[in-house]
């Protein structure tokens, strides 16, 4: 069984070399190679043949390579299907903004969770992500655009916190030093609330952006639209929110995915305006991405408008997420999910 190099620590990697007799060096120089993208041991060119033939024989590279590409009329964003050596798929999204670029990335094939509104959720789950996996998504989009990303969203495919020691372990890598050096401050992490999971991050005490989906101000709501609320219901979930600000000091992001006559009403917006009155947190409506199947549709414009302005009076900023690359199904699940069983209709011009 080959092993998975790129997902090592640079001190595991030492380790490791230590074993096959070679010096800490040579493990800072093969870093720097994984790190800056190279799909295999040859083009290491300052690593001597010999080890390179030793690292042939004992690890892999992970790589991930472009199935298709979808290109926005509209802007410079652009969507991705990437498979892994397994034939196994996942979705990113590389998004143009003017301080630079921004990734989304996933973090499993397919999800669990089984949310309704999500094209994700509804193509089951397949497997776990590496961290190498996670990383090469990244490094793949870096090559083909030939650009640098310098922020990361983990709002891709899949529950981040529910492949937690590997996301973890790709955080720490995609911010190492020698690494690809993004700073956990450009990082944001997206979860339905996995409750545990939240207090075993906040004690790590890392300067990640936690992005909580709420998409509901109560747990009716959102035990009809998200499952995982029959385990960890609002209060608790808030409570673990709060926990987080206190623990590394960073403001909550709350997603609020907006359907129309499911969550959208003023009432909707003076209950979450309540129980969110004290956070310090910001919110983002989101017009709900249309997946076939679900019956969803969008709120109106001016719902989302009135909406905002109950959250606003009680305090709370509230923003409407700009939709990048609504032509191209950019919202997460939706490209697999065509490519799979041609299932979602092309485009959702909004
Ligand atoms: N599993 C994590 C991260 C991946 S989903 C999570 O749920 O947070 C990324 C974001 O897309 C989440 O906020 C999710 O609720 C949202 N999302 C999923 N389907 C959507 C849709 N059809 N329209 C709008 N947002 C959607
Ligand atoms: Fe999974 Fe997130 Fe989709 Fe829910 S919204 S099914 S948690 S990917």
């Not at 640098?148 to 790709?170: K, T």
């Not at 009809?224 to 960073?250: H, S, W």
Request: proline share 2%; net charge positive; charged share 25%.
């Amino acid at each position: 069984m080959l092993t998975d190099i790129k997902s090592m620590y640079e001190d595991e990697l030492k380790e490791e070399f230590a074993k096959l007799g070679e010096p800490s060096y040579r493990a800072a120089q093969v870093y720097k190679w994984l790190h800056s993208g190279v799909k295999s041991f040859d083009e290491m060119t300052n690593i001597p043949k010999t080890l390179r033939q030793k690292l042939v024989e004992n690890y892999y590279i992970s790589y991930a390579a472009i199935e298709k590409k979808l290109i926005s009329d509209y802007d410079d964003t652009k969507k991705y299907l990437f498979s892994f050596a397994d034939g196994e798929a996942v979705e990113s999204v590389l998004m143009s903004y003017h301080h630079g670029y921004t990734s989304c990335i996933s973090t499993q094939v397919g999800c669990k969770m089984g949310c309704t509104f999500c094209a994700t959720g509804k193509s089951g789950f397949s497997r776990n992500l590496t961290a190498s996996e996670m990383l090469a998504q990244l490094q793949t989009e870096q090559s083909d655009n030939n650009i640098r990303i310098s922020n990361i969203v983990l709002m891709g495919m899949g529950e981040p916190l529910d492949n937690f020691d590997n996301v973890v372990r790709f955080l720490h890598l995609v911010s190492s030093e020698h690494g690809m050096n993004i700073g956990m401050r450009h990082i944001s992490l997206s979860t339905c609330g996995l409750v545990p999971r939240i207090y075993e991050l906040a004690d790590m005490k890392l300067q990640l952006t936690l992005s909580v989906s709420l998409h509901a101000p109560n747990n009716q709501i959102r035990s009809r639209t998200m499952p995982v609320n029959r385990r960890y219901d609002i209060d608790e979930l808030l409570k673990a929110c709060r926990y987080y600000f206190r623990q590394t000091g960073r403001r909550i992001s709350f997603e609020y995915a907006m359907i129309d006559g499911v969550n959208d009403s003023d009432s909707c917006a003076r209950e979450l305006a309540s129980r969110l009155t004290g956070m310090s947190c910001h919110v983002n409506l989101i017009p709900v991405n249309t997946v076939s199947g679900t019956g969803y549709k969008k709120s109106k414009r001016d719902r989302m408008k009135n909406f905002i302005a109950i959250l606003e009076k009680s305090g709370i900023t509230a923003t409407v997420r700009r939709t990048l690359g609504s032509d191209i199904n950019a919202s997460c699940g939706q490209l697999r999910r065509s490519v799979i069983d041609g299932s979602v209709e092309k485009g959702d011009k909004s």
